[in-house]
């Protein structure tokens, strides 16, 4: 199955950009990264998703690498709101309907 | 309004004693979906239904049933629930399997789990 490989934790300063990574090395050619997050224990939002080409919506910014192995997400200005965990999704195994959310990266944002 | 119905939100059991987690969706979707959140071990899919009648196990199934008669309604059923199953639980739900993941997907508010 895929896997994704993000860090525990972030801090970022309010105002500034949040760039959060993700490893998913094993990813297939044709699936897509997807991006969602959960604030405090409630039910996961989407963010943005992207499969090759970098990705831009009014929440954030999506940039693969070229092998596809890695991506970052980029909150332009992040504000106290945006204090979440933030998951970095693929699809267990090409074909599937299997998710795999990995364990998410913490952001805080402080004021 | 669009939206993913979990009841009870909050629940204290004893072990082994049968229930029966709850959800339903209102927005016509054909995919739903289980999942349970525990610390340091993210989302983890319990089953999901491609359908009425067509459920399949994802990657921790084990200790739970699920049913899909009809296209609304997806529960989650724990015939002889244990202390491991205390969790946070999590319906989701979308029009297209295949864009599950993209704007289409709903999540329930979660239930909250103890088993006891």
């Known amino acids: 199955d895929a896997k994704t490989t993000q860090p525990t934790s972030m801090d970022c300063a309010e105002g500034r950009a949040a760039n959060l990574p993700c490893n998913h090395s094993?990813?297939?050619?044709?699936?897509?990264v997807y991006w969602y997050r959960q604030i405090h224990s409630q039910g996961p939002q989407y963010i943005i998703h992207?499969?090759?080409n970098n990705e831009t919506n009014e929440m954030a910014s999506l940039i693969i690498t070229e092998d596809r192995k890695s991506s970052t997400l980029i909150l332009p200005h992040a504000t106290l709101r945006d204090t979440a965990v933030y998951y970095c999704?693929?699809?267990?195994?090409?074909?599937?309907?299997?998710?795999?959310f990995g364990t998410g990266t913490r952001l805080k944002v402080l004021a | 309004e669009a939206q993913v119905t979990q009841n009870p939100r909050y629940l204290i059991t004893v072990t082994g004693k049968k229930l029966t987690v709850t959800c339903s969706q209102n927005m016509n979707h054909e995919y739903m979906s289980w999942y349970r959140q525990d610390p340091g071990l993210g989302l983890r899919q319990i089953y999901y239904?491609?359908?009425?009648?067509?459920?399949d196990k994802g990657d921790v199934p084990e200790g739970y049933k699920v049913s899909r008669k009809e296209k609304r309604n997806f529960p989650l059923i724990l015939e002889s629930p244990s202390p491991n199953q205390t969790s946070l639980y999590f319906c989701a739900s979308s029009s297209d399997p295949w864009a599950f993941m993209n704007t289409e997907a709903f999540f329930g508010q979660g239930t909250r789990l103890t088993v006891v």
């Open positions: 094993t990813i297939s050619g044709n699936e897509y």
């Open positions: 999704i693929v699809r267990a195994t090409s074909g599937t309907y299997k998710y795999i």
């Open positions: 992207g499969l090759k």
């Open positions: 239904s491609m359908n009425v009648e067509v459920t």
